[in-house]
């Protein structure tokens, strides 16, 4: 599905509920699908239990997944869009991230830029071509 990096300082249950929005941003994860249970997705990520479970706690409170008992997790027929400043607020804090990434390394604004663009490009790439 998508792959948690050890070494980002976002808390990997973060990673889990970015990861799992991007999917269905992107319709890699179709509303109505099923999604991997907290046992089998914590298995194939190599984490805990119950990180996972929480992470799809805090999507479903979101109204992204859709939790029935005994049956399963799902992604919820309609999406909430989230507010402008919520949305400006995850890019700022991704950007300031990457930007003192980029300083770090000794990396020109035009490179970083580029960068984010390649980026940006083949994940949207790679998810239609898996889709």
């Known amino acids: 599905m998508f792959a948690i990096n050890p070494a980002d300082p976002a808390p990997i249950w973060r990673q889990i509920e970015e990861g799992v929005r991007r999917l269905i941003a992107l319709g890699a994860l179709q509303p ?10 914590a298995k194939d990520l190599r984490v805990n239990p119950n990180t996972v479970a929480r992470a799809y706690q805090r999507l479903a409170e979101g109204g992204v997944l859709l939790v029935k008992r005994g049956e399963g997790t799902y992604v919820a027929d309609e999406q909430p869009q989230p507010k402008k400043a919520q949305r400006n607020g995850a890019l700022r804090d991704a950007a ?8 770090a390394v000794g990396s020109a604004l035009e490179d970083a830029v580029d960068e984010v663009e390649t980026a940006y490009q083949r994940v949207v790439r790679e998810h239609r071509r898996k889709a």
Request: net charge positive.
């Open 32 to 41: 109505g699908a099923s999604v991997p249970s907290v046992r089998d997705l």
């Open 96 to 103: 300031v991230r990457y930007a003192s990434t980029a300083i």
